[in-house]
């Protein structure tokens, strides 16, 4: 079993944003596969179903541009202190966060909208989510 160190009381919302800093503990959990990472922190909220989920794990490498529209990243909003994994497409003002789950409510309005954030020094990319995995084992 491979050890990984999440970080305590951080996470990355799959929905409408979670607090994040740069100073917090870690907790250790354990998966079957080595996945070379720079970052682990919690996903909170289902709007990355179907393929990433409450309570998984995100493995990060650092990196502070997008490479490939679409891909899933961690975004840090600076200006409100929340923190996102979403799927990323840079426009010519804007980046836009979008939600993997298509799910609507009784009025036809998606649940989880894109989320347009400028790109100045108050948006900054964490890098790229390179896998998300359920822990096997919890040492909390």
């Known amino acids: 079993m491979i050890p ?9 919302s799959a929905g409408r944003g979670e607090a994040y800093t ?3 503990g870690k907790d ?3 998966w079957d596969k080595d996945i ?13 179903e179907p393929d990433y989920h409450y309570g998984q ?8 541009c997008v490479d490939i529209n679409g891909d899933v990243y961690a975004v840090d909003d600076i200006d409100r ?8 497409y840079v426009e010519d003002d804007y980046i836009r966060l979008v939600s993997l789950n298509d799910d609507i409510d009784f009025e036809g309005n998606r649940l989880f909208p894109d989320i347009l954030l400028p790109r100045d020094e108050n ?3 964490i ?8 822990p096997i084992e919890k040492n909390f």
Request: aromatic share 10%; glycine share 8%.
């Open 36 to 48: 070379k990472h720079d970052r682990a922190i919690v996903i909170r909220g289902n709007s990355m």
């Open 4 to 12: 990984y160190q999440v970080e305590e009381e951080q996470s990355l």
């Open 127 to 134: 890098g790229k989510v390179v896998e998300a995995f359920t």
């Open 123 to 125: 948006t900054r990319i």
């Open 57 to 64: 794990i995100a493995l990060i490498k650092y990196q502070g």
């Open 28 to 30: 250790v959990v354990y």
């Open 22 to 24: 740069d100073e917090v």
């Open 81 to 88: 202190g929340l923190a996102y994994i979403k799927s990323v």
